[in-house]
């Protein structure tokens, strides 16, 4: 028997009708065709699939989708504001945070977290915040360069 629930995904109060055992993930990728957020292991390993709820970041291949009733999700989408790119998107493309791409949409939610609850954070901070995310390309040294450079930006 499917439930209702009503989530503000990305600033929009969303209802739908979903399947007790739909995971968060696949809520988001097929039901909402945010595609943005990717599956890259579904053991919750990898964090691609990284999105915030309430603020927090959670890997929602650990989620179900009728968990997010009642509460704020925000995907990579959602960090666009009135066209213009979030410091931490414009910091991975200043810094070269990326080769294929596939991690960088959770890292950057996962590192959205982080700089929520710490602004200025160390190097070591940065690669401690990050370590449930996995990148099989940079080596990560220029993923920790580009979230220092937004915490720089951001900070002012
Ligand atoms: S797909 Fe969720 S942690 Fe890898
Ligand atoms: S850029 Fe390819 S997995 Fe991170």
């Known amino acids: 028997m499917k439930k209702t629930i009503s989530s503000i995904v990305n600033g929009v109060e969303l209802t739908r009708e979903v399947e007790p055992r739909l ?51 925000t995907t990579i989408e959602g960090l666009v504001q009135e066209g213009e790119l979030h410091p931490l998107q414009e910091a991975f493309w200043e810094k070269h945070g990326l080769q294929c791409g596939f991690c960088t949409p959770g890292m950057i939610m996962t590192a959205r977290d982080l700089l ?30 580009a979230v220092d450079y937004a915490a720089r930006q951001m900070s002012g």
């Open 23 to 73: 995971l968060l993930v696949h809520y988001l990728r097929e039901v909402l065709m945010l595609t943005g957020t990717n599956i890259g292991c579904d053991t919750s390993q990898c964090g691609a699939c990284t999105v915030l709820i309430d603020g927090q970041a959670v890997k929602s291949c650990t989620v179900l989708a009728v968990q997010a009733d009642d509460r704020r999700i």
């Open 116 to 145: 929520e609850r710490n602004p200025e954070p160390t190097e070591a901070e940065i690669r401690h915040g990050l370590e449930g995310n996995l990148c099989r390309c940079t080596g990560y040294e220029h993923i920790v360069a």
